[in-house]
């Protein structure tokens, strides 16, 4: 007898989806008995740990990862990092649990009312099957809309009897689908533009690296002789940032991105949204210079509110875009300086991301999730590799950089893997520290402990606001959280210790964590 579980389990073992990260209820039980030893069932404690170790492991390793969720309650755990993985861009096949369909007209205890309208909009696709015998092919399509352009996570629920259910229908997989080249014409409208510029720009974006593009895109700036910025919240380092072409990080607020390219004649973004904004101060006085945006997402194309667009997967564009352009004879600009902070009596954010940025290995993985301190990460933090060598929460919801660092790890676990996350931002999925634990996977997590949620804070007076509750931390031990849960863990106060603290840990190939308490006095953001 053949089940639609079994037929499941053959398309995934061919897709490459044996790695499966959950947290299962009796909804799911169905779909996990006599689990195959091929399988690797990645255990995480509440739903939107799990996801979120999964969009980690799918970033890293640039595949798409398969999620187990609970029905209805378990998704809605995870709801705020189905909205990170859909800002990510990360291809997530979530697979939810669902009561028994003779159930359903009951509204039955753990029954999914409407479940593939219950992760809507923030999935690219979403659908509970009519039949049981048309799971399989649901999930093959969910595995194409999930790894196309561009790519993003997608949903099903599948009620648990469907599992047992037998079926002679077998589901043909197909390679992934390509990515997508521009327009001749209108690429070669822009090669004319760069060439006859005498101060271009390109803003690069997230969707850079993750097409694997780094590399040829470092190429063709050279060849272009083009200043880079990065683009306004970018959750990935798509140029490295020690690079003297590298001029800096624009900020999310529509004056500051004017100011910053005020002085270009050309400016073209590539893979990011023109542009991502985070705080209203008024329109700008400055007019933006002419734009091109190459984006393969046509929301981005369409709602641009300026420029010429050009529709296209990065790599594809930037191949194209080289074999058109001249190498350039405009004089290289002078490498940004980043002076060292001075040591005070307490340990500040630039003195601890300088500290690592000596320390960190070539080819290490930073994530990163310290709202109020990302100033100090991008004045003193180069990062330089061009594989993922950086990974943030391109959504703004709290709490996915300690998770996603256990997934990223898992997914790379010949690099060396750190995550510095805020006090704050750490508890809202702390407990994927026993998920790290459980993997025993190569990750040193650095705590930055200022007491706060100083990001609030900060932004808050800066809009006038006064006596704002809810911001005060205090008094967390991190080292006895991490401790219970299964790493080594320190604390350093002191400024002297930190060079010792993190090159102990950064040698340390068990996952272990560092709680540093930084300086409380917070600083602009932007």
Same mark, same amino acid.
């Given at each position: 007898?053949?089940?639609?579980?079994?037929?499941?389990?053959?398309?995934?073992?061919?897709?490459?989806?044996?790695? @499966?990260? &959950?947290?299962?209820?009796?909804?799911?039980?169905?779909?996990?008995?006599?689990?195959?030893?091929?399988?690797?069932?990645?255990?995480?404690?509440?739903?939107?740990?799990?996801?979120?170790?999964?969009?980690?492991?799918?970033?890293?390793?640039?595949?798409?990862?398969?999620?187990?969720?609970? $029905?209805?309650?378990?998704?809605?755990?995870?709801?705020?990092?189905?909205?990170?993985?859909?800002?990510?861009?990360?291809?997530?096949?979530?697979?939810?649990?669902?009561?028994?369909?003779?159930?359903?007209?009951?509204?039955?205890?753990?029954?999914?009312?409407?479940?593939? $309208? =219950?992760?809507?909009?923030?999935?690219?696709? /979403?659908?509970?099957?009519?039949?049981?015998?048309?799971?399989?092919?649901?999930?093959? +399509?969910?595995?194409?809309?999930?790894?196309?352009?561009?790519?993003?996570?997608? =949903?099903?629920?599948?009620?648990?009897?469907?599992?047992?259910?037998?079926?002679?229908?077998?589901?043909?997989?197909?390679?992934?689908? %390509?990515?997508?080249?521009?327009?001749?014409? #209108?690429?070669?409208?822009?090669? @004319?533009?760069?060439?006859?510029?005498?101060?271009?720009?390109?803003?690069?974006?997230?969707?850079?690296?993750?097409?694997?593009?780094?590399?040829?895109?470092?190429?063709?700036?050279?060849?272009?002789?083009?200043?880079?910025?990065?683009?306004?919240? $970018?959750?990935?380092?798509?140029?490295?940032?020690?690079?003297?072409?590298?001029?800096?990080?624009?900020?999310?607020?529509?004056?500051?991105?004017? *100011?910053?390219?005020?002085?270009?004649?050309? #400016?073209?973004?590539?893979?990011?949204?023109?542009?991502?904004?985070?705080?209203?101060?008024?329109?700008?006085?400055?007019?933006?210079?002419?734009?091109?945006?190459?984006?393969?997402?046509?929301?981005?194309?369409?709602?641009?509110?300026?420029?010429?667009?050009?529709?296209?997967?990065?790599?594809?564009?930037?191949?194209?875009?080289?074999?058109?352009?001249?190498?350039?004879? +405009?004089?290289?600009?002078?490498?940004?300086?980043?002076?060292?902070?001075?040591?005070?009596?307490?340990?500040?954010?630039?003195?601890?991301?300088?500290?690592?940025?000596?320390?960190?290995?070539?080819?290490?993985?930073?994530?990163?999730?310290?709202? *109020?301190?990302?100033?100090?990460?991008?004045?003193?933090?180069?990062?330089?590799? !061009?594989? !993922?060598?950086?990974?943030?929460?391109?959504?703004?919801?709290?709490?996915?950089?300690?998770?996603? %660092?256990? &997934?990223?790890?898992?997914?790379?676990?010949?690099?060396?893997?750190?995550? @510095?996350?805020?006090?704050? /931002?750490?508890?809202?999925? #702390?407990?994927?520290?026993?998920?790290?634990?459980?993997?025993?996977?190569?990750?040193?997590?650095?705590?930055?402990?200022?007491?706060?949620?100083?990001?609030?804070?900060?932004?808050?007076?800066? /809009?006038?606001?006064?006596?704002?509750?809810?911001?005060?931390?205090?008094?967390?031990?991190?080292?006895?959280?991490?401790?219970?849960?299964?790493?080594?863990?320190?604390?350093?106060? +002191?400024?002297?210790?930190?060079?010792?603290?993190? *090159?102990?840990?950064?040698?340390?190939?068990?996952?272990?964590?560092?709680?540093? +308490?930084?300086?409380?006095?917070?600083?602009?953001?932007?």
């Amino acid at each position: 007898m053949t089940t639609v579980r079994d037929v499941t389990r053959d398309l995934l073992r061919e897709l490459g989806l044996t790695t @499966v990260f &959950g947290n299962p209820g009796t909804t799911e039980v169905a779909f996990l008995t006599d689990w195959p030893s091929d399988f690797h069932y990645v255990l995480a404690l509440q739903e939107s740990s799990v996801v979120a170790i999964a969009d980690g492991y799918a970033q890293a390793s640039r595949k798409p990862v398969l999620v187990n969720l609970h $029905s209805a309650g378990g998704v809605g755990h995870a709801a705020g990092h189905i909205f990170t993985a859909f800002r990510n861009r990360t291809p997530l096949i979530i697979l939810a649990g669902q009561q028994t369909r003779s159930l359903l007209p009951d509204e039955p205890f753990l029954g999914a009312t409407d479940a593939a $309208s =219950f992760p809507k909009p923030y999935v690219k696709w /979403s659908c509970e099957p009519a039949r049981a015998e048309d799971v399989p092919a649901a999930i093959a +399509r969910a595995y194409h809309v999930a790894t196309q352009a561009p790519q993003g996570p997608v =949903f099903l629920s599948v009620p648990l009897d469907d599992w047992d259910v037998e079926t002679d229908k077998v589901v043909a997989t197909r390679p992934r689908i %390509a990515g997508f080249a521009p327009d001749p014409e #209108v690429l070669a409208g822009l090669a @004319v533009a760069l060439d006859a510029a005498e101060r271009p720009a390109i803003v690069a974006g997230p969707a850079i690296d993750h097409d694997g593009a780094v590399p040829g895109f470092v190429a063709l700036a050279e060849r272009l002789r083009a200043d880079v910025w990065a683009s306004p919240m $970018s959750a990935r380092c798509s140029f490295p940032e020690d690079h003297r072409l590298f001029r800096g990080f624009l900020q999310p607020e529509r004056g500051m991105v004017a *100011s910053a390219l005020s002085g270009y004649d050309l #400016v073209v973004v590539l893979g990011a949204p023109a542009f991502t904004y985070h705080v209203y101060r008024g329109e700008s006085p400055t007019p933006l210079p002419p734009l091109y945006v190459i984006s393969d997402d046509e929301q981005v194309l369409a709602r641009a509110a300026e420029g010429v667009g050009v529709r296209a997967t990065a790599r594809l564009a930037i191949q194209a875009l080289s074999g058109l352009v001249k190498q350039s004879s +405009r004089p290289l600009p002078a490498p940004l300086e980043r002076p060292r902070p001075v040591q005070g009596s307490l340990i500040s954010a630039d003195f601890l991301y300088a500290t690592l940025s000596e320390l960190l290995p070539d080819n290490a993985i930073v994530v990163e999730e310290t709202p *109020s301190h990302r100033p100090a990460l991008q004045a003193q933090l180069p990062i330089r590799a !061009t594989d !993922t060598g950086f990974l943030t929460v391109a959504s703004g919801t709290l709490g996915y950089g300690l998770p996603a %660092a256990v &997934g990223a790890a898992m997914a790379r676990p010949e690099r060396k893997v750190v995550a @510095v996350i805020g006090d704050g /931002s750490s508890m809202y999925c #702390v407990q994927a520290l026993w998920t790290a634990a459980r993997e025993n996977v190569p990750v040193t997590f650095v705590i930055l402990d200022n007491y706060q949620y100083a990001a609030v804070r900060i932004l808050g007076e800066a /809009s006038g606001g006064e006596k704002v509750p809810g911001v005060d931390l205090g008094g967390i031990d991190f080292t006895a959280l991490a401790g219970s849960l299964g790493l080594a863990a320190r604390h350093v106060e +002191r400024p002297e210790d930190l060079k010792t603290a993190l *090159s102990s840990a950064l040698t340390d190939d068990r996952p272990n964590l560092l709680h540093v +308490r930084v300086d409380p006095n917070p600083v602009a953001l932007y």
